[in-house]
């Protein structure tokens, strides 16, 4: 059985920063960040290979945002900086069979966490 646990949600100003971290349980594969701001559909965020050797970024957070996974923890983290407010959204953990499916955010191929939170004021 899959799980994931998120953690690292908050408050932050315009240009700050936040750090995500998700930790899985039951299975190691390819993990990333989605997310869902309030009357929008889910956007991709991130996805990082299950070794970590390869990563991929929504346009949005493209040089703002960094996915990387400690595999003797079988955790992810998301650093998110130079924070905007169109960045206020719930965040979700989620596992799947390569980065590439992360991306795609196919309803039936994706493991999710609860989600966690994050608002970003300017």
């Known amino acids: 059985q899959v799980q994931l646990v998120e953690a690292g949600g908050g408050l932050a100003q315009a240009g700050g920063a936040l750090r995500l971290s998700c930790a899985a349980s039951?299975?190691?594969?390819?993990m990333g960040w989605l997310r869902q701001a309030p009357g929008k559909e889910h956007e991709f965020v991130a996805a990082i290979s299950t070794n970590g050797d390869y990563s991929i970024y929504g346009d949005s957070v493209k040089g703002r945002f960094t996915i990387s996974r400690d595999n003797a923890n079988n955790s992810i983290y998301l650093q998110m900086n130079t924070l905007k407010s169109e960045d206020t959204a719930t965040y979700y953990c989620?596992?799947?069979?390569?980065?590439?499916?992360?991306?795609?955010?196919?309803?039936?191929?994706?493991?999710w966490g609860q989600g966690t939170q994050v608002t970003v004021s300017s």
């Open positions: 039951g299975r190691t594969s390819a």
């Open positions: 989620v596992l799947g069979s390569s980065s590439t499916t992360i991306r795609r955010m196919a309803p039936d191929s994706l493991f």
